[in-house]
Every structure is written in C-alpha cells, then in structure tokens.
C-alpha cells in the first residue's frame, strides 16, 4: 500500500511540476503533456509524425514503448495501473518529443538535471511502479553505511559492477533510497555513448551523474570515427581524475564494456567477464588521485525489468521489453590491490589479471545469491554467510 500511495503521490508531482515547466515554451508543442487518455496519446504520436516534426522510427519506438510500459505496469496487479501509466508516459513522450526539439548535448562530465524539471525523479517515477518490491533484496546494506562513513570523510568510493539494464541506476537508486538517499542520489555512473544519443533513453541519462565514454564493444562500429572517440575518452578520464582528486566521490563502472546477456544455449544469465585493462585504469585513477580511495565489487541482478536485445546491436534505437519483477543489488568488503599483488610472483602483470578475477568473482558469487533468492524464489533464506540479504525498504 506504501509503494501505491508513493507511485501516486510522486507521478502527480512530476506531471504538476512538469505542467509548470512547460508552461513557459509557448514555441513547443504540448501535444503530450496536454494529452489526458491513451488515445490522445497515441494520436498525439501519429500527428507528430505526419506533421514531420517526430522522425518515423521514434514515432514507433514511442508507440512500442507505451504499449510494453502500460502491459508490465498492469502485471503489478495495481489498482492504480491505469492513472500510473497515463502520468508516467505523459512526462516520458513529452520529454522525449522536447529532446527531438531542442536536442540535448551531454559533456564529458554530466551533473544531473535537478531543476527546473528534475530528471532524477522522473526516472525514479518512471521505474518504480516496475520493481516487485516485495521480491526484490540488499546484500549486505551495512555495507553502504562504510561507505557513506567514508565519503564524509573525502574518501572515494568505486563501485566495480555487472551491467545488465539502461534501468541499472534507477534499480541501484530504488533500492538504495529509504536507508541511503545521498549514495543513491550523488553516484556518478561511467556511461557508454547510446544512452546519450538514442532518443527514448537520452531524458533519463539527464537526471544521472555521467563521466561519458565511447565503449570498445562499439569503438570500431564506424571506422572513420575511432580516432574521434578515443580523443573523447580521454577527455573524459581527465574530467574523471579532476573528480577523483576533488574526493567525496561514489564512482560506478562496468568494466565488462556492456550489458550481460544470456548464454544463448542454455539461455542462463551470468555476469559479463571483466576487461582486465578497464579494472586496472580504474583503479590507477582511485590510486593516483592523492585521495584515499576504495573498491568495491557490486552485484546486480535485475534483467526481467528490461533485458537487452540478445546480442550487441550496431545501430541505435533497440525495442525496450519491460517486464513486472523483482530485483537484487548486493556489495561486498571493499578488496586491495596491494595485497592481491603481494601474494603474486609477477605483481607488474599477474597482479592486475589476479585483482580482475577476485572482484569478478565476489561479483558472480554475489550475483549466485540474489538469483537464488529471486529465482530461485528462496527469498531472505538464500543468504550466505558472506551475503546477508535485506529488504531495507520495509525496516
């Protein structure tokens, strides 16, 4: 009943807010944001369309993205679905016709778009209502409060993590907010280059803190762009060490390049091998910051929400499935490359394969335990004595 009264309460603020916003753009067209039923949304689509001012592979993304939005909310059994959905997607296909408009340019560095409109809170709004709440799990909560101890005092904090969802900041803030709003709201996540520029993700990358790089799963894409991208990512991993030196700073980084996907024999999902290099960049930037700095392997389980396509697309514009499901995010003791190398004959070399394959693999155990508890529908008792599972949001 909680969850419900919230999903209400923050949709009207976000549409009341937005209202208001929108009020001074007499230029724009507020063909969405005045749309009050489904069927003035989805006309609103089509007019937009033949008018030429929505491009036809947009306007069917909009459409696609409506329709599985509106069946995963219903799968929630809310009473309230209908109202969820209608205020939800107003703001989204709003903001994403806005962004056709008036297209946003991200910089190496993004800081989240609180005000006027705050994107963060659109894109908790947008995912909450997806999130089966009484399945889903924390491994090991006090671990956040270390390092939020940490962080007060102008420590760094890395978060070396699997990626399975474009959702994955919103699930990490979802299930963070009730015990620790300011992790939740302050991560920085190192983001690949198609959440900035593929139009039905762009409005929800605005509202998060982004060091923006272009992914080697994509590097060579487009030949005639490489050398563009790789001056890029250097730009950007200046910006990333002026952070790092500032301190106080909570850093959340993939290092597999992407997004897991499942085996495609056996169809299970398993958490991506990490890039050796990408672990060893990261942890040099923590280490030569003249900050004390920590790592941390982190675990997400929450691909049911919104999977990935099954294997790695060149071109932009890939169909959001959205599903009703829990999810699971778990974290473990922070592991020290020093001590990893001491133990190494060749530290230069082994020592950095070594450090990789000991973060990945508390990541996979980790990963082991939620898909037990959600999965395996083991729930609290899936626990480990390594992993302690929690609901923090009925406590």
């Known amino acids: 009943m909680a969850e419900m ?13 937005y209202r208001g916003e929108r009020t001074n753009e007499p230029s724009l067209s507020r063909t969405f ?7 003035e949304l989805l006309a609103g689509i089509k007019k937009e369309r033949e008018a030429g001012r929505l491009p036809s592979n947009v306007a069917m993304g909009m459409e696609i993205l409506y329709r599985n939005y509106k069946k995963a909310v219903f799968q929630s059994g809310n009473p309230r679905a209908d109202e969820i959905v209608l ?7 709003d903001r994403i016709f806005f962004d056709v408009e008036e297209p946003f340019d991200f910089s ?7 005000e006027p409109f705050d994107y963060y809170l659109f894109g908790q709004n947008y995912i909450r209502p997806l999130v089966d709440f009484r399945t889903s799990y924390v491994g090991n909560i006090s671990l956040f409060y270390e390092m939020e101890e940490k962080l007060q005092q102008g420590h760094n904090i890395v978060l070396m993590s699997n990626h399975q969802t474009e959702a994955d900041p919103a699930i990490i803030a ?7 709003p300011h992790i939740a709201e302050s991560m920085t996540y190192v983001a690949g280059d198609r959440v900035l520029i593929d139009p ?5 990358s605005m509202g998060r803190n982004l060091i923006c790089v272009y992914s080697k799963k994509h590097m060579y894409d487009a030949p005639e762009l490489v050398e563009m991208k790789r001056k890029a990512n250097t730009r950007s991993l200046k910006e990333m060490a002026l952070l ?21 024999h056996t169809k299970e999902w398993y958490p991506a091998p990490f890039d050796v290099s990408s672990v060893d960049n990261m942890r040099r930037l923590a280490e030569h910051s003249g900050t004390p700095g920590h790592i941390y392997p982190l675990a997400l389980l929450c691909h049911d929400i919104m999977p990935p396509p099954p294997q790695i697309e060149k071109e932009i514009g890939e169909e959001r499935v959205i599903s009703f499901h829990g999810v699971g995010l778990s974290v473990a003791p922070g592991i020290n490359f020093s001590e990893i190398a001491a133990v190494c004959e060749n530290p230069e070399e082994q020592a ?28 609290l008792s899936a626990s480990i004595p390594s992993v302690s599972l929690s609901q923090p949001w009925y406590q």
């Open 5 to 17: 009264v919230r999903d209400k309460e923050s949709a009207n603020k976000n549409v009341a807010s």
């Open 33 to 39: 944001l005045d749309a009050s039923s489904e069927e």
């Open 87 to 93: 205020s939800n997607m107003t703001v989204v296909l």
């Open 108 to 114: 190496p560095y993004h800081k989240a778009l609180r």
């Open 174 to 180: 979802l299930l963070l907010e009730a015990r620790y």
């Open 200 to 204: 039905l993700c762009k409005p929800f």
């Open 244 to 264: 790092l030196r500032g301190g106080s700073q909570i850093i959340w980084i993939a290092p597999s390049g992407g997004r897991d996907r499942p085996d495609l």
């Open 352 to 379: 950095k394969e070594a450090y990789t394959k000991a973060l990945y693999n508390s990541v996979t155990e980790q990963y082991n335990v939620l898909k037990s508890a959600i999965h395996g529908k083991q729930g």
